[in-house]
Nanobody
Framework: QVQLVESGGGLVQPGGSLRLSCAASGSILSINAMGWYRQAAVKQRELVAAITMGGSTNYADSVKGRFSISRDNAKNTVYLQMNSLKPEDTAVYYC????????????????WGQGTQVTVSS
């Protein structure tokens, strides 16, 4: 009844930029924190960036100064602007959101998208 769908991944050269989007749809009352995680081959999933409903953000040290997270609450969408990309940024990127559902008992449930591949290579 709630879906998160990412878009914007692809192949980019080192130093390039990509913008990821994640749109939530379904029976949604509100979305608290939203974030982006990534998982590279043979590595654990790690937090990239997160943003609260009020706009407070935090970032992994490895992406500070290069990535920027933002959201449009009216569209239930979160974005990740990725600049100065490096080969080590190659991973599947997942978005997540703490959704307050629109049906009784209006529970807060953590949802995940299906992931989008980002490959940084020359």
């Amino acid at each position: 009844q709630v879906q998160l769908v990412e878009s914007g991944g692809g192949l980019v050269q080192p130093g390039g930029s990509l913008r990821l989007s994640c749109a939530a749809s379904g029976s949604i009352l509100s979305i608290n924190a939203m974030g982006w995680y990534r998982q590279a081959a043979v590595k654990q999933r790690e937090l990239v960036a997160a943003i609260t409903m009020g706009g407070s953000t935090n970032y992994a040290d490895s992406v500070k100064g290069r990535f920027s997270i933002s959201r449009d609450n009216a569209k239930n969408t979160v974005y990740l602007q990725m600049n100065s990309l490096k080969p080590e940024d190659t991973a599947v990127y997942y978005c997540t959101g703490d959704v307050v559902t629109g049906w009784v008992p209006y529970a807060k449930i953590n949802y995940w998208g299906q992931g989008t591949q980002v490959t940084v290579s020359s």
